[in-house]
Nanobody
Framework: QVQLVESGGGLVQPGGSLRLSCAASRSIFSLNAMGWYRQAPGKERELVAVMSSGSRTDYADSVKGRFTISRDNARNTVYLQMKSLKPEDTAVYYC?????????????WGQGTQVTVSS
């Protein structure tokens, strides 16, 4: 079991920056991947950024060049640095952790943090 707690959301003007944090209740070193998803009102949850245990990263096309995912294994924390924010980035952002076994995939989710980009 892993509990995930996000923080760092808020209201920011277009063009601004925010850094989201996701603190895990135990070591993230053994997790297969950690990432960030978001869900805007009336839309499906979508992948924003993911980092594998080997530190390979992948991003949604809409955030490439603006968002950066990183992890600090010593602090059991994953970050999402967001720059040049746009109104369309407004959503609830969720932290995700994935644990793979030979039998199944287990997804863990945080409670979400609201990001609002507006002037």
């Amino acid at each position: 079991q892993v509990q995930l707690v996000e923080s760092g959301g808020g209201l920011v003007q277009p063009g601004g920056s925010l850094r989201l944090s996701c603190a895990a209740s135990r070591s993230i070193f053994s997790l297969n991947a950690m990432g960030w998803y978001r869900q805007a009102p009336g839309k499906e949850r979508e992948l924003v950024a993911v980092m594998s245990s080997g530190s390979r990263t992948d991003y949604a096309d809409s955030v490439k060049g603006r968002f950066t995912i990183s992890r600090d294994n010593a602090r059991n924390t994953v970050y999402l640095q967001m720059k040049s924010l746009k109104p369309e980035d407004t959503a609830v952002y969720y932290c995700n952790a994935v644990s793979l076994t030979t039998e199944r995939r287990i997804d863990y989710w945080g409670q979400g943090t609201q990001v609002t980009v507006s002037s």
